[in-house]
């Protein structure tokens, strides 16, 4: 008997479903992909630097010689002694084990602190915990602090601590450290450089005091944030009595191995990296400039880190705008205040007097192409004028 039920029809590529858009990560400023070798570094340490390193055992003085290479191969990378680093769970530790610390140690000296107006808010609320009167010094359009000014805010009272950032991670701008630095030393106040934007993709440089890094902004794993804080430098623990006075518990050897080989790693082709890197962050700004209606780009054009390029859209929702370039297939950042967890506007940004709203941060790390970058430009002005629209501003 024939069965009456007809075959379905074969399928077409006209039925399969829609692909999912190929994926490029943008969004690299504070979170890198792991670099292959902190993978590797991170494995060989679990499997041969698994033990607590405060141990006598074979198994902890074998992770102790793993920890003691990582510092060295660490200082090394920055101008210092290895007894100088210190590796803390991540760098936020870092840079409030900075500001407590030093505020602790030089307590008699005075309670009062200078920082840049766009430094991070791990910086700025540490030093409001520790009881300091924080001076925010103004910046230029650009982001950049002027050193003049600077100096003069040290001139006020006694000062406990200077802090200011190598580069801000947020438009990518680098700050004048060298003299800041200059001007700190004459007066004998420690400077704080947070170079958790900069180390493995510009050179730092000798110019400070304690310096904080973040080994993920650089491509190792999560789980290690440094502090090197130079010998002279007045840091009294804030926190209960432990073996480790920096960073109480101790550090992970596995995440210090890996994050000393990768930045060997990254060192080593950063030249390369600069340059790559560089032409397409200017071919980013060069064509949002040009492509997209009522946009700012932001921060330094020159006087910057290679890999960061940030801009703001006009009548954009910025959450909206990330999001709707999310499912186009490209992650990227914002510095904006449309998040889920801050209705206030970036401090950075507003620091600056530029637009604060519809901001799009775009990190590049070491693996994206010239192809990425291009696909992106040719969605953004599509996609903020779909956001535009969804926000009835479209005709403004």
Same mark, same amino acid.
């Given at each position: 008997?024939?069965?009456? *039920?007809?075959?379905?029809?074969?399928?077409?590529?006209?039925?399969?479903?829609?692909?999912?858009?190929?994926?490029?990560?943008?969004?690299?400023?504070?979170?890198?992909?792991?670099?292959?070798?902190?993978?590797?570094?991170?494995?060989?340490?679990?499997?041969?630097?698994?033990?607590?390193?405060?141990?006598?055992?074979?198994?902890?003085?074998?992770?102790?010689?793993?920890?003691?290479?990582?510092?060295?191969?660490?200082? @090394?990378?920055?101008?210092?002694? *290895?007894?100088?680093?210190?590796?803390?769970?991540?760098?936020?530790?870092?840079?409030?084990?900075?500001?407590?610390?030093? @505020?602790?140690?030089?307590?008699?000296?005075?309670?009062?602190?200078?920082?840049?107006?766009?430094? +991070?808010?791990?910086?700025?609320?540490?030093?409001?915990?520790?009881?300091?009167? #924080?001076?925010?010094?103004?910046?230029?359009?650009?982001?950049?602090?002027?050193?003049?000014?600077?100096?003069?805010?040290?001139?006020?009272?006694? *000062?406990?601590?200077?802090?200011?950032?190598? @580069? /801000?991670?947020?438009?990518?701008?680098?700050?004048?450290?060298?003299?800041?630095?200059?001007?700190?030393?004459? +007066?004998?106040?420690?400077?704080?450089?947070?170079?958790?934007?900069?180390?493995?993709?510009?050179?730092?440089?000798?110019?400070?005091?304690?310096?904080?890094?973040?080994?993920?902004?650089?491509? =190792?794993?999560?789980?290690?944030?440094?502090?090197?804080?130079?010998?002279?430098?007045?840091?009294?623990?804030?926190?209960?009595?432990?073996?480790?006075?920096?960073?109480?518990?101790?550090?992970?050897?596995?995440?210090?191995?890996?994050?000393? $080989?990768?930045?060997?790693? #990254?060192?080593?082709?950063?030249?390369? @990296?600069?340059?790559?890197?560089?032409?397409?962050?200017?071919?980013?700004?060069?064509?949002?400039?040009?492509?997209?209606?009522?946009?700012?780009?932001?921060?330094?054009?020159?006087?910057?880190?290679?890999? #960061?390029?940030?801009?703001?859209?006009?009548?954009?929702?910025?959450?909206?705008?990330?999001?709707?370039?999310? +499912?186009?297939?490209?992650?990227?950042?914002?510095?904006? $205040?449309?998040?889920?967890? =801050?209705?206030?506007? =970036?401090?950075?940004? $507003? $620091?600056?007097?530029?637009?604060?709203?519809? /901001? #799009?941060?775009?990190?590049?790390?070491?693996?994206?192409?010239?192809?990425?970058?291009?696909?992106?430009?040719?969605?953004?002005?599509?996609?903020?004028? +779909?956001?535009?629209?969804?926000?009835?501003?479209?005709?403004?």
């Amino acid at each position: 008997m024939t069965d009456p *039920t007809p075959s379905p029809a074969p399928l077409t590529t006209a039925d399969a479903p829609a692909a999912a858009p190929a994926r490029a990560w943008l969004d690299a400023s504070g979170a890198a992909r792991v670099h292959p070798v902190a993978r590797r570094a991170f494995e060989q340490a679990l499997d041969d630097g698994w033990a607590d390193p405060r141990r006598l055992s074979t198994e902890g003085r074998r992770a102790r010689a793993l920890l003691d290479a990582a510092r060295e191969s660490l200082a @090394a990378a920055v101008g210092a002694r *290895t007894e100088e680093v210190h590796v803390g769970p991540s760098h936020t530790a870092a840079l409030h084990a900075a500001v407590l610390g030093t @505020a602790a140690g030089r307590r008699r000296v005075g309670t009062r602190a200078v920082a840049s107006a766009v430094e +991070r808010a791990a910086v700025l609320h540490a030093g409001e915990h520790a009881g300091l009167d #924080v001076v925010r010094v103004p910046v230029a359009r650009t982001g950049a602090v002027d050193p003049d000014a600077f100096t003069a805010a040290l001139d006020d009272v006694p *000062t406990a601590l200077a802090a200011l950032q190598h @580069a /801000n991670g947020e438009v990518g701008t680098l700050q004048p450290t060298d003299a800041v630095h200059a001007a700190t030393t004459a +007066r004998g106040v420690p400077l704080l450089v947070d170079g958790g934007a900069s180390i493995g993709h510009v050179d730092v440089g000798p110019a400070w005091d304690l310096l904080a890094l973040d080994p993920r902004d650089w491509g =190792s794993v999560p789980g290690a944030g440094l502090l090197v804080v130079r010998r002279g430098v007045r840091w009294r623990p804030v926190a209960p009595e432990d073996e480790d006075r920096w960073f109480p518990g101790g550090p992970s050897v596995p995440a210090a191995f890996a994050a000393a $080989a990768s930045l060997e790693a #990254v060192l080593a082709d950063r030249a390369e @990296a600069d340059r790559r890197r560089r032409a397409l962050v200017d071919r980013v700004r060069a064509r949002v400039a040009a492509e997209v209606p009522d946009v700012e780009v932001v921060g330094d054009p020159d006087a910057r880190l290679p890999h #960061v390029v940030t801009f703001s859209c006009l009548y954009v929702d910025g959450e909206a705008l990330v999001t709707e370039l999310d +499912r186009a297939g490209f992650a990227v950042g914002s510095g904006s $205040a449309c998040t889920s967890s =801050s209705l206030e506007p =970036s401090h950075v940004l $507003a $620091a600056m007097g530029v637009l604060t709203h519809g /901001n #799009v941060r775009l990190g590049l790390d070491r693996d994206v192409t010239a192809e990425d970058v291009d696909r992106f430009l040719a969605v953004l002005p599509g996609a903020v004028a +779909r956001v535009r629209a969804m926000l009835g501003a479209q005709a403004l």
